[in-house]
């Protein structure tokens, strides 16, 4: 409780405050904006983060986390095109009943549905963190590669439409991880005598490269501005109907309890939980007929299980330094750069500061929510976004931030490699985020794989002799196998 | 040739290199016990063999969309050179001049279609390229590129 109590008092310093107002800020401007994201920002802040202290750096890129998983609703209320994939669900009956005129009902919903997902979610989080931390640290070295495997292997399974392809992703992203000295024997590998890659790659640089530099590329070749605010109806304020809210608490519930398990499993996380708890408010309604058309149950439903994803995907993330996506692999990197170590002793080693997260990320939710609801007239401004002001300010801070790691134009010249290799992604159509939660998770991976076999005297069936180990590479392996088989027996179906 | 069957060419022969590279460039652990440092490496170009192979020889699902058409391609050129010669320029002649150049010359570039005046764009540049200065140098104390050639 002490702890608490000591990162309350931290949060509550004015310049923590501060971040977490602008985080929030930043985050929800950039969500509510097709095309931008909140990660987008987080990227971008990255590097700058590095000369803050590690509070008020965390505090700043949690509540981007935070307000920019909440602002992504707004695009699809106002315009029927989400912010991001996060709230494709709510332009069904969000977009529908703006255009019956009651854009004012839809948002108050949203909003009030961004705080009932995020906090509480967090609020569990914070709870469960140190419980499973306590169970994690009794886990050896083979564990631990079979948990950051089974985390790869998942996000390759759902890779869109291409497993083959998340594969690529993966083994370019852990090969990206072997260039600089090797963990345990400081082997030099893939240098080529250059002094500046025997670090190996920072975060930042592929980050910037692959998430940020490469997608502005994009966005000015294919003239993708994001579409202008087409809403010309009145909004009269945060107002909702107590019927919208009482006869929803079920589906509050359930919406929450499918946001938070989906978000704890990695490469899952708002994308899919928003349309999955759409499907089961739709299942379970004795009114299905009615939804897309409108109704206040098809946005709680999305609403609250996007921002819940928010909470459950911070348990992995803290407890046992295991990154569910994009966004989470960027904050562990974050932590990496200011000198925490990511995983179970995270909690012990560094309890106030583990709560800080916590509670930076409650306090965006909170600020959410009041700007949300004082500054709802306004949030169709926030659609006519100036591209031609955003991207230039952008691409500069991109590059400029990956200089400031190093003070040497060196380091962005290996930005501007990442951006060339997002350009070649992007052409080859392989998927980002095995990339880079391989890159992220390569290092340490290797670090409990060869540890792994040390301890066990080069006895390698320890992987599959201990339990937990070999319970977690069974539903790694399976994550790959069934997708395959199921898709195999589906064609023989329809061949006879 | 599809453009997955390229892809997979490339990816072949890049996890090739790497599996000739860690065989004659990195050293073998002599800690015992230890599978040593060429392991992940020969994982990696495993994989990428593998996967490469599979795009290569495999038949493509339908056609691949183009990556860019037509004025796309010289969209995609110029904005590609313009970022070469920003960095070039950040290493010649340090941070204020070419941010500003670049702020303005993108903003004009994207502004194209909605025909941002150009004192609209310099003055928008002139901001952004203050705000870095002051928060970057004055308020968290960092440094920014001062130029070689200056």
């Known amino acids: 409780m002490s702890d608490v109590i000591a990162a309350l008092g931290l949060l509550l310093q004015p310049a923590t405050l501060l971040m977490c107002f602008v985080g929030m800020l930043v985050g929800l401007v950039l969500g509510a904006i097709p095309g931008l ?130 594969f690529v992703g993966a083994g370019m992203g852990l090969l990206l991880t072997q260039v600089g000295y090797s963990p345990i024997s400081s082997t030099e590998r893939f240098t080529f005598g250059s002094y500046y890659l025997s670090g190996g790659f920072s975060m930042s640089c592929v980050m910037i490269g692959i998430f940020a530099g490469s997608i502005i590329i994009l966005n000015y070749a294919h003239n993708n501005k994001g579409p202008k605010s087409s809403f010309n109806g009145k909004l009269t304020g945060f107002h909702i109907p107590k019927e919208d809210f009482l006869t929803n608490i079920p589906n509050i519930i359930r919406s929450f309890g499918i946001g938070l398990g989906i978000g704890f499993l990695p490469g899952m996380g708002a994308a899919l939980s928003n349309m999955v708890s759409y499907a089961t408010a739709k299942n379970s309604s004795k009114n299905p007929e ?22 459950g995907a911070v348990i992995p993330m803290i407890a046992l330094g295991i990154p569910g996506d994009g966004t989470t692999a960027m904050l562990l990197g974050g932590l990496t750069i200011h000198g925490i170590e990511p995983g179970p002793l995270m909690q012990k080693n560094n309890p106030v500061f583990c709560y800080m997260i916590f509670l930076s990320a409650l306090m965006a939710a909170l600020l959410c929510l009041l700007v949300e609801i004082f500054g709802i007239k306004w949030f169709p401004k926030l659609l006519d976004a100036p591209y031609h002001f955003l991207y230039p300010a952008i691409m500069v801070l991109c590059l400029l931030g990956v200089y400031i790691e190093t003070y040497n134009v060196a380091s962005i010249i290996m930005a501007c490699f990442f951006i060339a290799l997002g350009l070649y992604m992007n052409y080859a159509g392989i998927p980002t985020t095995p990339f880079i939660l391989s890159f992220v998770l390569g290092g340490q991976m290797e670090t409990y794989f060869r540890k792994a076999i040390s301890y066990g005297k080069g006895d390698w069936t320890l992987f599959f002799t201990r339990p937990v180990s070999c319970i977690l590479l069974l539903v790694a392996i399976g994550s790959v196998v069934l997708p395959i088989v199921k898709e195999q027996l589906a064609k023989r179906k329809a061949a006879n | 040739m599809h453009r997955d069957r390229i892809v997979g060419v490339i990816t072949t022969l890049l996890g090739a290199a790497i599996a000739f590279l860690t065989a004659t460039r990195v050293a073998a652990s002599n800690m015992p016990g230890d599978p040593g440092p060429r392991v992940f490496p020969y994982i990696s170009a495993g994989i990428l063999i593998l996967c490469g192979l599979i795009l290569a020889i495999r038949k493509p699902a339908g056609e691949a969309k183009p990556f860019l058409q037509g004025v796309e391609k010289k969209r995609f050129l110029v904005i590609i050179g313009v ?46 390229t203050g705000i870095i200065y002051v928060a970057f140098v004055m308020l968290l104390h960092l440094r920014l590129p001062v130029g070689k050639l200056l």
């Open chain 1, 290 to 311: 009615k939804f897309g058309t409108g109704i206040a149950d098809g946005i709680w439903a999305p609403e609250v299980a996007n921002n819940a994803s928010v909470g």
């Open chain 2, 83 to 128: 970022i070469i010669v920003y960095v070039v320029l950040l290493w010649a002649f340090g941070f204020v001049v070419p941010t500003f150049a670049m702020v303005m010359l993108l903003c004009l570039m994207f502004g194209k279609e909605e025909k941002v005046p150009v004192w609209q764009a310099a003055l928008y540049a002139a901001i952004i």
């Open chain 1, 37 to 166: 994201a909140a990660g987008l920002a987080i990227t971008v802040m990255l590097p700058i983060s590095f000369t803050m202290e590690p509070t008020q750096a965390f505090a700043l890129l949690m509540s981007i986390w935070v307000g920019g998983c909440s602002g992504s609703f707004i695009g699809s209320i106002l315009l029927g095109i989400p912010g991001t994939p996060s709230s494709l669900a709510t332009t069904f009956d969000g977009y529908a009943m703006t255009k019956r005129g009651e854009a004012s009902r839809a948002l108050s919903i949203g909003t009030l549905s961004n705080f009932l997902g995020t906090a509480p979610s967090i609020i569990i989080a914070m709870i469960a963190c140190p419980l499973i931390a306590a169970i994690a640290v009794k886990m050896g070295p083979w564990e631990y590669f079979a948990l950051s495997f089974m985390a790869i292997t998942l996000v390759v399974s759902i890779s869109k439409g291409n497993m083959v392809k998340g």
